[in-house]
Nanobody, 112 residues
Framework: QVQVVESGGGLVQPGGSLRLSCVAS????????MGWYRQAPGQERELIAY???????SYIDSVKGRFTISRDDAKNTGYLQMNNLKPEDTAVYYC??????WGQGIQVTVSS
């Protein structure tokens, strides 16, 4: 049994920053691969950032250069640092560990 919990979302003005956290607990050992997804109203859930167990990372073009995914293996915690946020980044953000274990999702709203 693995539990995944996201935190750090909220309301931010355009150009602002947020850092999302994703804590995995239970029967899981590091390092593990994980991804951050988001789902905007009326749209499908999409993978926006990924970190492999090796630490290699990848991003979709729309967040490249603005978002950074990282992981602290000692804490079983992943992060998504989001800078220069735009209104189109507004969505529910989900963390997924090993492409199996999902968090409950957290709202990020970018608005003035």
């Amino acid at each position: 049994q693995v539990q995944v919990v996201e935190s750090g979302g909220g309301l931010v003005q355009p150009g602002g920053s947020l850092r999302l956290s994703c804590v995995a607990s239970g029967r899981i050992s590091s390092p593990y691969r994980m991804g951050w997804y988001r789902q905007a109203p009326g749209q499908e859930r999409e993978l926006i950032a990924y970190i492999a167990s090796t630490g290699a990372t990848s991003y979709i073009d729309s967040v490249k250069g603005r978002f950074t995914i990282s992981r602290d293996d000692a804490k079983n915690t992943g992060y998504l640092q989001m800078n220069n946020l735009k209104p189109e980044d507004t969505a529910v953000y989900y963390c997924c560990v090993k492409f199996v274990y999902w968090g409950q999702g957290i709202q990020v709203t970018v608005s003035s």
